[in-house]
Nanobody, 125 residues
Framework: VQLQASGGGLVQAGGSLRLSCAAS????????MGWFRQAPGKGREFVAT????????YYVGSMKGRFTISRDNAKNTVYLQMNSLKPEDTAVYYC???????????????????WGQGTEVTVSS
């Protein structure tokens, strides 16, 4: 499967962005999907994940309440709605697909087999 992330850009602190990740292939609806991010000079970190049917959602604690992950299997797309953005949210955001069950390992990069190219988000203060 190929993933194409979009929707990044420059936004002021307190603003909002919605990232999209479009997937090719018919198997999208069976994949668990995740968003990760990598800030300048830092390693990649988990942001959020959504199960194949949208029934299970998990977020990293600092983003819970500000970010919302969702998916539309009819459109082969997963979204990340980001509100109340802060300068520390500045990063390249990646979407990823996991064909296997994640269980409690939903925040582990090695559980995601397919990765998009990333979309850059810059939050100015």
């Amino acid at each position: 499967v190929q993933l194409q992330a979009s929707g990044g850009g420059l936004v002021q602190a307190g603003g909002s962005l919605r990232l999209s990740c479009a997937a090719s292939g018919r198997a999208f609806s069976s994949y668990n999907m995740g968003w990760f991010r990598q800030a300048p000079g830092k390693g990649r970190e988990f942001v959020a994940t959504i199960s194949w049917n949208g029934g299970n959602l998990y977020y990293v604690g600092s983003m819970k309440g500000r970010f919302t992950i969702s998916r539309d299997n009819a459109k082969n797309t997963v979204y990340l709605q980001m509100n109340s953005l802060k300068p520390e949210d500045t990063a390249v955001y990646y979407c990823a697909a996991a064909p296997d069950r994640l269980g409690t390992y939903y925040d582990r990069e090695d559980k995601y087999r397919y990765w998009g190219q990333g979309t850059e988000v810059t939050v100015s203060s």
